[in-house]
């Protein structure tokens, strides 16, 4: 990011993406296998991954990408959800800490560059990643609720899944600020609805999403779903 709430830059500010990425791989790789993969001496790699010493500016972001580079986030996500999308498995993604931890760091990096002022979670089991995401980039969290649970709450109409009446959905005021630049995050997107009705609501408010991150969705309906020009659909893993 290149501004969050109050300013700071998406490594400057802190190096605990890239500890995350290095604590994960270190049970993958010995020191000398990953320090040969990242280009870095094995020295070097142990006093990164113990935060002894940390890399800054353009070394940290080329530490970081090399990295990241080296994770299977899609094979993560494809472990609680399954091959076949086991939804009710897929939820307990939300539970496991580390997992939360890289992919929130897979988010991180897929938005280098972009201004992000706030983050909104669009469904319950993404609040802990747009939580952690949010704290890397020390950035404002929001998110929705079907319970008008803030009393300037903007309500979301859409056509429930079933196709046999009307849902709502709320928005606190405060995530649908004029100009405001945010990052929608959701665990599943299964149909265009709620979503599309959320990123109009936004767009009618005059608020910049500068995108769409989901962990899983269908490629009839992720193909499809229109999001505003400037908006960037990230999805770690799709399924047919």
């Known amino acids: 990011m290149t501004t969050g709430r109050r300013g700071r830059g998406i490594l400057g500010h802190d190096q605990q993406a890239l500890l995350n990425v290095l604590h ?19 020295s070097t790699l142990s006093r990164y991954s113990t935060g002894k010493t940390i890399p800054r500016g353009v070394k940290a972001k080329t530490l970081f990408e090399k990295a990241s580079s080296l994770i299977n986030y899609e094979e993560i996500v494809e472990e609680f959800f399954g091959e076949s999308l086991d939804i009710e498995n897929g939820i307990y993604i939300s539970h496991d800490i580390e997992t939360i931890k890289l992919l929130s760091t897979y ?11 706030s983050v909104l979670a669009l469904d319950l089991q993404a609040i802990p990643i747009a939580t952690y995401f949010a704290s890397l980039v020390n ?19 859409y056509r429930s899944s079933s196709g046999d009446g009307r849902s709502s959905i709320w928005i606190p005021k405060g995530a649908a600020r004029r100009r405001l630049s945010t990052i929608l995050v959701a665990t599943t997107i299964l149909s265009h609805s709620p979503t599309k009705e959320i990123l109009k609501t936004l767009q009618e408010k005059k608020v910049q ?7 899983v969705s269908k490629s009839s309906i992720w193909s499809t779903l229109s999001v505003p020009q400037g908006c960037r659909k990230v999805l770690v893993k799709l399924y047919t």
């Open 139 to 157: 950035t404002e969290l929001y998110f929705v609720d079907d319970r008008p649970l803030w009393r300037d709450g903007i309500q979301v109409t």
């Open 107 to 117: 988010l991180l990096r897929q938005f280098i560059g972009s201004r992000v002022d």
């Open 24 to 42: 994960y791989l270190n049970r993958k790789y010995n020191y000398r296998k990953l320090a040969s993969l990242v280009g870095v001496s094995v």
């Open 209 to 215: 999403v500068s995108g769409l991150f989901a962990l």
